[in-house]
Structures are given as structure tokens and as C-alpha cells.
């Protein structure tokens, strides 16, 4: 008679959300950036900083996790390569130099990669930091017992297909060359001007081979950055970090770490972390989350007041709902059925689903409304705010249906999600004006994720989301339509099943460019073009909202994460 | 005493086979569920060849009967296993390791079993004392404004949803009347105040949501007893009634309000999920939850088997007592 | 009262077997309290069978959306004084979907009645004939079924429900399955308190008196046993019902619950949860037709039990202290 909470279910959704796992939980302000809530706002050093989290920091080694730009908690102790620029807004979705000098050093293809690290680098135990020691970072990242990260490297190394570690295969790869103590150089089998921006997940930290622990490294990984793990119990249910004195500010021009300590505690559901920052009592005062925004029911509080009001960051993260369609499905197989129901969809009834629209902004496009994605607006489908029931009958009478028809959409059963059963009623009450009748096919998360993404299964009508593994229109647009990237035998992100060898052909020449902004424009086009074969039905990109306790300074939030960022935040 | 250690043994023998049920059962459900438990385990992005790689370095691939085969001799004989750089032994009873990260399942156990232990304890005197006291009351004192309140308390707390009374408490007794901490879980040999202080509200939460079940069978117990023919004669001679109420009816409510309690016992030390996840409490039931959601089968079933045995020792401890409280019962 | 005067009065009771549920009847209408209960009960199994009916008059239905009548900018809290209460829609509006409170609640009551009445009978029925077997049975069975008992009570709901999940195909009706899966999951506790009784009951003079003229295992069970185990029984039945309800939320979180959009006290008590200070009537509308259904069950159940068992309502007289002769 006891049994399980919303808590779990959104903890499990979240940790099978794709790119949101591991750091990218999210808030932070985009209009009222870079503000604390006292009367003198300067950051000064020292303090304890307390992280409210409802997920554990799980597996914290820097080849298990899967960040964007990474992450929060783990950028205090991991440098890498590259790493985010830590500004508000629309600066923070740059690519900065971390540990190398520069953010990559490409050759004329952009299939060779080549990097050199800063002078004076040190771990938290005094010894020099080598090039050597990030290769083996990469290396370990591949062994099956600390998988977990993104898949690029894999893709995109020479000869790293079928590389299974340092564990089992002592020879190393051999595409990443370490020719002295401060170079590194990467060969890669395509063009990929995109590489710095990979060089920020956690596998580009450095791991020092002699204190490689294999699966009990995460209990004590060795820190690059400016601070140090002191205590981590029970796979990151509470972390407590302290400076690392080897650490300084000379080799390090974004974390700014004004906290001495930081104490990361875990597993508490989410209502119970919003209500204790609103409170703001005793440590609390000095608190923050990396992984809860405010939900429609606290946001209609906390709006009403005033000091509340004042600590809540706004933050956009690159981030997108969509309905998908898998075409080889009747009657999806038919564009026009897929163009009425994008007719048909009402927006402001998905977006009062999802939280309102202080939560979730519509979209009508793929790509996020973000500049350093190449967003550029379109509309192809224009269902106005609340849906074009007349344009979509038109459509389906067109397409054969002059009577509607009845279609079943798929969706996780995960709560408080975006592919939730809120959202897909929101959808079937819009349908149903246009004569659509839709039933609900609600599954168990595990059960759905492992039925969208297998192309023996997938259903031809349901929810789906993306988010960003950093903030460009490659990572976004690539794995799900890119036809090269169908899996027949294993999970399988080109839900709409695109071949097309013009798509192909343009994802690939924008690859090559090493001009970021240059590529970002034509990836904006490519969205559009791909729009037209109304593949997916955009819904909404979510906004984070997030409250901070009372005493805490100098909140800045990124485009980046659209989170605030925990190596910016001071107590006092 | 020969009685006794003859029930000790036979009850021994049936909890471990009771145990070895519900390994077994769980084993066969997860086999049968859905979720690709290399592809959780790997991450979503994996491609085949790695999920491959992870489904053989957890033997995903071997038949069922192996794999509980393996899982049993980890607990007779303990366990090797590689950490990548070096194999380590987990000695017997090695439950095995985490799917997901690697770390030891007694480990786990181990760490999880105060923080349930405590909350359910907790709640359990506060539940006997408030779930009974109405019962008493409500048998004795009926239609006194007392009763009306206690009675109207427990019912409320019945029916209401745990997760509700929950926030609502925390929201108003922590933040608004600022009269308690928010929960925590401080462990009892670092602060016994603040372990206290900590699960104040969970205890209350909890208990509140169990007492309505004691307070009307311990009401409806004691009824029939006080009708009994030995309490009408102990009436006829000049006992005084507190002594009947308290010596002689309550007594006869003993044997059901000890099977709900051991029943409630048992099952609140893996089953109190949703005070543990509101209130934040890392226990054995927010584990499990988890478990199961990643399908961390290791896991789940060391949680099992820790609920199952606290279900099995909470009946045979109620066994005892009820034999204690009516000598007229055989220990069987 | 001695054993000879038991064997003799039970075949009198046993012959006038039409006459007893006379007497019970009087015996029920004779308490006000449990008259009032039983009208409530009515009440609400009328108001569930009657929802559409009911949300016609209204003019409107649970599952239709008013997107205009929440505030998207507030995380749509419902736009007005009292949750959005007006003339269309009587008991206000859901945040978020602006479907209506008063339809929802209705059609509401049909799921969660339904089904917690369902469970309630499965696990009534499954408790009953398990404690009282292990209660009879010899050491073996006695062992055999409290060894399962323990097994069902620890194996966690999650995982009934991930078992029940993995064999039922999605075609099965979800209201059926659901009180099924609390049926199944949940019968321990009345098994336990069964056993418990029984085991005490068998040691009763009559009882024995029965067992001692030579009378069936199966024939006590029925005709001495079942009597006497109703009081517990019906008290704790009275209980589950609620608590089935609640059960009823918990699994719609794990996707065995209700399919949405169909609406459950449950369901709404569990998204309501969070709306406590934005929107409290959206948490006090489920939460008093929750509260209301148990106390109502609970008083009905106590006027069964003592309509039952005549004994007890001369006991009422002596608990409550004034001091009149208990007599049977």
C-alpha cells in the first residue's frame, strides 16, 4: 500500500533522456543574466555551496559520463581540452580553449586535429598533467566497463570501430599521436569542423595511467581542476568537493570558483528541493540545483512573489519536442496525412501540458531558436496557435481520408516528461477537431525507448525528443537524418528512416567547414529543407526555470547548458 | 526449550527456501520484461558492437539457468571480478555487482539498510501508539470528543495519499511555521538528535498513513473480547474496568494486531518508497525503484531478498510473541 | 455458556437461517449512523454510475481541453476566484488542460470505486480462503501458504506490476487488470489477520464443541467460522477499499494504471500533489470525495458488523461505560 513516486519516474526518464543525463540539467536567465539577490552583488571567495540535486552525480568518471560541454558538477573537477565559454546567453554557446592553448589547430580537411596543452598543468596530487594522459583517458573510455559516452569519438576516429579499451587491447590507438609531453594530434576518417566542440566532453580529462583504478576510479578520480573529491558515497548519492591547491587561475580563464567547498546532495524529489531553496534556511540559504526547474504549479507561486520572483534564472538549452512519423507506416507512409496532422496540432494546449508558456516557447522548426544552431524561422505547416482543423480535413480528403481516420500514438508513460501522457492527450483533444481520432498507446520508459529506436518496431505515430550535445546544428541534425546513420540492428536515432543523397551530400560538406558561424547558417537551411518532408511535427523547445537560494551571487547561465553554471556561482 | 529450537530450525529452513522463491521469481520477470538492459547499461548512443561487448562482460548472453546458477555460487562461494585494471574477489554471500555502476550489491545493502531500518522503526512506535491508543479509546471511551478527533486523524491519514500528507506537512510544519528541518538523514551514530530531528516528519508521515488499520482492529478486537463471557464475570466481580480495558480486552486484541504489525513491518522496510523519495531518505526502496526502472537486475534482487527477510523474521518474531501473549498457541 | 448449550443453539440458528437475514436488516436499519453511511454510499455509486448523465447537465465532458481558461504564463493555473468555479464548469477547472473539475471527478468515481471495489473482493476472497486454510490445515499447508504469503508481501508492487506487464497483452481491458494486479498483490494482510483470528476462534469452546460432535473441517469452516470471522474481516475491508484507490495512483505511475485520458481520484490526487498552494482546490476535490468514501465505508462497516453479530451491539452498550448488562 506503500508504493513508488513520481520522483522515480522522473528520475528514470531523465536518465534515459539522451543528453540531458549527465550535465546538462538546466535553468538560468536569459533577459535578467549575471545578477545575485543581495544588496552587493560582488562575488566574493570562500563558503560552502550546497547542490540540491533529485538525481545521484552516478558513475563520476570522465569516460562514463555523457555531457554537453562538460557538464556542471564534473567541469569542477575535470578539465579538458576545450571547454564552454562560462558567459551568459548567446557568448556562452562559444567554444573556449581549457586545458590546450587553443580550441584546435585543424589541417586543411579538417581530418587532423592537433592541440597543445598550457605550460605549469597539474593534477590535485602536484604531478604534471601530459598529453599522454588524455590519450589514455580517451583509450579508457572505450573499454566496455566504463561505457556510457557519447558516440562520436568512435565514429569519428581512424580505426576506433572496434577498439575495446586499454584494458584488453595494449596497443592503443593509434589515431591519437602524442609526439611530446604538451602535443597531442587526432586523426579523424572524415572532415569534421566540429571537433573542438567534442573536445569538451569529459573523455578529452586527462586520467593519469598509474592511478587508473578501472570500474573504482569513480570513487576517486583524480582532479585537473579547482576542486578535489573528499568524499563520494554510494555512487554519487553525496559528493563533497574541496579545493584542489594545485589548481590556479593562470591556466584557467573560465571557472571562477569562489566557493572553498562545495557539497553535492542527491536523491530528493524535486518539490522537496524547490520548496527548501524558497525557504532558503540555514545551509539552504547558500543552495543551488544543477538538475531541477520549477514546475508549472511552483512557478504559479513563486511568480506571485516578489523576492521569489528575483531568484529565479531563465535558461535555454538547445532542446527540442516533436512528434515523429516513421513513413514505411500507413498511413504515415502518405505526406499529406503527416502535412494534416501538422496542421492540426494545437501548440498552446501541448505548451499549457508542458508547464505554460513560461516553460516552453512552440516551435516550428527542428533546430532550437538559437543563433549558434543556424536557426532560421520557418513555418511550413502554419497551424496559427491553436491548430487549423479546416486545412488539415482539406489534406486528409486530398490523401484519401475524406471521412478521418483513426492512427495510434506511441508515448512513455514516464511522468513529468516531455513525451508524457499529458502531452500526447493534449494532442489527441487537438486531433480530434480535425476528425483524427487517436488512440493512446502509453508505454513503460524502458519498453518505449527500446520501441522508437529498433527499427523492427518502431511505430509509425509518436512523441520524441533531442537535445543538444553542444550547441551547433551538426549533433542536432546528423544522427536523425542522416541516412548513413540508420542502425538496422541496434538503437536507431533516424526514426523517420531519411536516405536522401542530397541531405547526405550537404551534411557532409558542411562538415568540412572549420568556420563555425559559416556552417551554422547552412545547417539552418538544411533544417528548412528537411522540414518540407514533414518528418516530424516540432512542438515546443523548453525553457528552465530555477530558483537559487538567497545568498547566491553571480548566477550565470549559458545557451550553452541553459543552466546555470556552478563554477560561476559565490556564496558570499 | 526443545519446542522452541525445533520452531527455530523448521522456520530457518523455510525462510531460506522462501528467499531462494523470490530470487528465482525475480529472475524470471526481468528475463520477460522489456528494456535492452545492455543498451541502458552502455547508454542509448552505443552501437551494437559495443552493446555486444557490455551484454558478454555481464553475461547478459547466457541462458537463464546459468546466469541464477552464477548468481548462486557468488552466495555460497563468492565472486571474482574485474575492475578493468585488476580482478578483485567478492567474498560469500557475494550478491554480485551493480549493472550500472560497478559497485558491490551488499555494498549497497549495507549502506541503504540503516536509513530504512530507522524510518520504518520509527514509524512503527508512532503508528502502534497512535493506531492503538485511538483503538482503545474508540472501544472505551466511544462518542467522547476525543475519540471523534484520534478516529477522524486516522482516517484522514487513510485516505490520503502518503505523498500528499507528506508535502503538505513539509510545507507547512518546515517551511512556512519554520518548526522542524526539512528531513534529512543523518546517521544515528554521528547525531542521534539530528537523526532524530530528521525523520521526525517521516515517522509522523508514515505512521499516519498505517495507524487507521490498528485503531479500527484494535477497536474491533477488543469489542468482541470485552463481550466474552470471562470479562462479563470479571465485571460481575467488582473488577474495576480500566483493569478489564487495559489487562483483559486488550489482550485478547494482541494476536491480529500483531500479525498487521509484523505484515506492515516487513513489508514498510522495502515498501515506505514514496515517504523515502519525498522526503529524500536513501533507503531501500528508492534503490529499488531505481533498479528496477534501469533494469539493474543484481541490484533488485539483493533488495528483494533484504525485504523478504525482514517480512520472514517479522513473522516469526510475531509467531513468537503471539505464542507468548496466548499460551493456547503452538509454535508451528 | 457452556459447550452443551453451544452444540445444541447452533442447529437452532442453523434451522432459522431465513430469519437471520430478517433480523440482520433490522438489526442494520436500528442504527442511524450506519443508515446515513449506507445512504452515502448509495449516493456515490449512483453519482459514478450516473456520470454522464450528470456532465450533461453540466455541459461538458472530462477529457475536452480549455486552453483559454487557464493562465499559460502562470504555469496555467486556472484563470478566476476558486480554481475557475463558474456556471459552465461547477467545481472549477484542471491547471494546465482547463478540462472540467466536476466531470473529471464523476467519471472519476467510476474507475476508482470500481476497481477499488473489485480488488478489494479479490483480495477479500484470496485472504479469506488462504488464512482460514492455514488456520485449519495441517502444519504442512499451514507452512506451504504463509511462506507464499510472505513471498507476495515482499515482493514489491513494482515488480508484480513489471511481472503482470511482461504476460497480459495490451488489448486487456486496463480497469480489469488493475484490480487484478491490486487484488493479487495486496491479499496478505487479510490473510495474516485471518489465520490470526481463526487461530483463536478454533480454540473457542464452540468451536471445539463442533469439531467435537464430529462435524467437517469445511462445515466449521462455514458455519462457525465464517460468522465469527466477518467482524474482523469487514472492519478491515471497510479499510482496503481507500487503500485500494490510493494503489490504483501508485500504478498509474508504473503504466499499468488507468490509461489516460480516462480520469481516477488517483490520478488526480497524484498530479494534484504539487498544486497544493497554486491551486488547492484541485488537491481538496479528490481528497474530500476520498475522505468522505472512507468514512462513510468505515461507519457502514461497522453497522454490518454489528447487524451481524447480535452479540456486539449489547458489547457497544458495555464499551461505552454506561454499564448495562451484556447479554446474547
Known sequence: MRQPSDTARR????????????????????????????????????????????????????????????????????????????????????????????????????????YTLKKGLKYEDGTAITSADIKYGIERSFAPELSGGAPYLRDWLVGAADYQGPYKDKKGLSAIETPDERTIVFHLNKPEGEFPYLATQTQFTPVPKAKDTGTKYAEHPVSSGPYKVVENENNGEHIVLERNKYWSTATDAERKAYPDKVDVKSGLDSSVINQRLSASQGTDAAAVTTDTNLGPAELAKVTGDKDLASRVGTGHFGYTNYIAFNPTVKPFNNIKVRQAISYAVDRSSVINAAGGSALAEAATTYLPNQKSFGYEPYDLFPAGKTGNPAKAKELLKEAGYPNGLTVTLTHSNAKDFETSPEIATAIQDALKKAGITVKLQGLEDNDYSDTIHNVKTEPGFFLAHWGADWPSGGPFLAPIFDGRQIVKDGANFNTGLLNDKSVNAEIDAINKLTDL?????????????????????????????????????NVVISDWTGVLDISQVAVK | MSGFAGFAVRRTVAAVLTLLALSVIIYVVFYATPGNVAQITCGPRCSPEQVHQVAQQLRLDDPLYLRYWHFLEGIVVGQDYSTGTSVEHCSAPCLGQSYQSDQQVMQIILTKLPVSLSLV????????????????????????????VLTGITLAGLSTPVFVIGLVLMIVVCGQLELLPFPEYVSFSDDPEQWAWGLLLPWLTLALGEAAYFARLTRASMLETLAEDHIRTFRAYGVGERSIVGRHALRGALAPIIALNANDFGSAVGGAVLIESLFGLPGIGQELVHAVNVVDLPVVVGMVLVIGFFVVLANAVADVLYALADRRVVLT | MSEALVATQVPEADASGTSGARQFWRRLRAQRAALVAAAVVALLVLVALAAPLLTAIEGQDPTTYHPSLVDSARGGVPIGSFGGISGDHWLGVEPQTGRDLFARLVYGARVSLGVALAATAVQVLLGVVVGVASALGNRWVDQLLSRIADIIVAMPLMIMALALLAVVPGSFPRPVLVALIIGFVAWGTIAKITRAATLTLKELDYVSAARLSGWGTWRIARRELLPGLAAPIITYAALMVPANITIEAALSFLGVGVKPPTPSWGQMLTSANVWYQAAPQYLLLPAGALFVTVLALTVLGDGIRTALDPRAASRLRVGTGRGQEAKS
Open chain 1, 11 to 114: 528520475v528514470a526518464a531523465v536518465s534515459v533522456g539522451l543528453v540531458l543525463a549527465a550535465g546538462a540539467a538546466a535553468c538560468g536567465p536569459k533577459d535578467n543574466d549575471a545578477k545575485g539577490s543581495g544588496g552587493d552583488s560582488t562575488p566574493h571567495k570562500g563558503g560552502t555551496l550546497t547542490v540540491l540535486n533529485s538525481s545521484p552525480q552516478e558513475n563520476f568518471d570522465p569516460a562514463r559520463l555523457y555531457t554537453s560541454g562538460g557538464g556542471n558538477v564534473p567541469s569542477l573537477v575535470f578539465r579538458t581540452l576545450t571547454t564552454r565559454n562560462r558567459e551568459a546567453g548567446a557568448a556562452g554557446a562559444k567554444v573556449v580553449p581549457d586545458l590546450a592553448t587553443d580550441t584546435g589547430r585543424p589541417n586543411k580537411d579538417a581530418t587532423v586535429w592537433t
Open chain 1, 517 to 553: 558561424d559559416a556552417a551554422a547558417k547552412r545547417w539552418g537551411a538544411l533544417d528548412k529543407k528537411i522540414g518540407e518532408q514533414a518528418l516530424t511535427v516540432p512542438l515546443f523547445h523548453p525553457v528552465y526555470k530555477r530558483l537559487v537560494g538567497k545568498d547566491i551571487r
Open chain 2, 121 to 148: 522503526i520509527g514509524a512503527m512506535v508512532l503508528w502502534l501508539l497512535l493506531g492503538v491508543g485511538t483503538g482503545i479509546l474508540s472501544a472505551w471511551r466511544r462518542g467522547r470528543l476525543s475519540e471523534r
